[in-house]
């Protein structure tokens, strides 16, 4: 079991829980090694833009909603790269990014009303 394997087992549970991911397949919204955090939320409530911690066959990734098939129940995932790593139900979106801390001071928090990131805003 990875990290973020078991990080989707505690947020699912209920739990709000912070975390530093490793990769560049979200920069430059979340950097590796960043402080994020991530808190559980209603699947059927996220919208594109949105940052998610998914399971997408068998992977579980932090990446953007790219789309939401609400009649089917599913939302697409992709990284911030292009890449779209495909289609999950919503039973497997466990949580929604809500901060993002930077090693420089740099981040993210919960009080946004953009539309792409609607949930976060960017400080210095």
């Known amino acids: 079991m990875g ?4 990080v989707a087992t505690r947020v ?3 739990a709000t ?5 490793t990769g560049n397949s979200m920069v430059p919204l979340i950097r590796s090694r960043d402080l994020v955090t991530v808190a559980p939320v209603d699947p059927a409530a996220v919208q594109v833009g949105d940052i998610v911690l998914a399971r997408v066959a068998g992977t579980v990734y932090l990446h953007l909603v790219s789309a939401v098939d609400a009649a089917a129940g599913r939302v ?3 990284n911030n790269r292009g890449r779209v790593n495909g289609w999950t139900g919503q039973a497997r979106v466990f949580g929604i990014c809500t901060e993002v801390e930077g090693r420089c001071g740099r981040g993210w928090t919960a009080s946004s009303g953009s539309q792409s990131h609607r949930r976060m805003q960017v400080w210095h």
């Not at 990290?3 to 078991?6: A, F, I, N, V, W």
């Not at 829980?17 to 991911?21: G, Q, Y």
């Open 3 to 6: 990290m973020l394997d078991s």
């Open 17 to 21: 829980v912070r975390f530093r991911p």
């Open 12 to 14: 699912a549970a209920g």
């Open 76 to 78: 697409q995932i992709s």
